[in-house]
T-cell receptor, first 112, second 111 residues
């Protein structure tokens, strides 16, 4: 399977804990995006990378969130001191160039 | 501000009952409009890209069309397996291609 992969698919954590998600993009795609989606809403942009450079971060991305893409390959999204409001589906997408983006299956986060 | 609005929020059809979903957009400069299908608990699946007014794309029972202000996703003789949420999105003009999504239309097709 050469699509975008994300791990884990589901994560349940207690409030205050840290969590980290991983995204492996389609190989040779130099752009990688993170989105967050809550029930009944469309995905909302969080941040994006071109190769290893993080070029934009949304105001939704508080100081508790950090993302990396070492060597321009996979990416990680870390949430520190999770809050119940962080419960959502976290989606990763990659794009070769242009604007078409291909999404992974997502990581469902539940903060209890 | 770039904005995408979809209607209706939910649509229930009988199998074989054709209908259309609407996506209205406001963006500084259109660099494409994308349609995605999303099944429950999964990531969006890419369907179509439309780039200019008058353009049409088809895939099985789906046809997407584009005008200067909106796009339609026409569903002809739908089947229960077409049940999903359909999302449309446009790239934000100035900001690295991030997508601005509508809230989606949840389609349910009953046999």
């Amino acid at each position: 399977d050469t699509g975008v992969s994300q791990n884990p698919r589901h994560k349940i954590t207690k409030r205050g804990q840290n969590v980290t998600f991983r995204c492996d993009p389609i190989s040779e795609h130099n752009r990688l995006y993170w989105y967050r989606q809550t029930l009944g809403q469309g995905p909302e942009f969080l941040t994006y990378f071109q190769n290893e450079a993080q070029l934009e971060k949304s105001r939704l991305l508080s100081d508790r969130f950090s993302a990396e893409r070492p060597k321009g390959s996979f990416s990680t999204l870390e949430i520190q001191r999770t809050e119940q409001g962080d419960s959502a589906m976290y989606l990763c997408a990659s794009s070769p160039r242009g604007y078409e983006q291909y999404f992974g299956p997502g990581t469902r986060l539940t903060v209890t | 501000e770039d904005q995408v609005t979809q209607s209706p929020e939910a649509l229930r059809l009988q199998e074989g009952e054709s209908s259309s979903l609407n996506c209205s957009y406001t963006v500084s400069g259109l660099r494409g409009l994308f349609w995605y299908r999303q099944d429950p608990g999964k990531g969006p699946e890419f369907l179509f890209t439309l780039y200019s007014a008058g353009e049409e794309k088809e895939k099985e029972r789906l046809k997407a069309t584009l005008t200067k202000k909106e796009s339609f996703l026409h569903i002809t003789a739908p089947k229960p397996e077409d049940s999903a949420t359909y999302l449309c999105a446009v790239p934000s003009y100035n900001q690295g291609g991030k997508l601005i999504f509508g809230q989606g239309t949840e389609l349910s097709v009953k046999p």
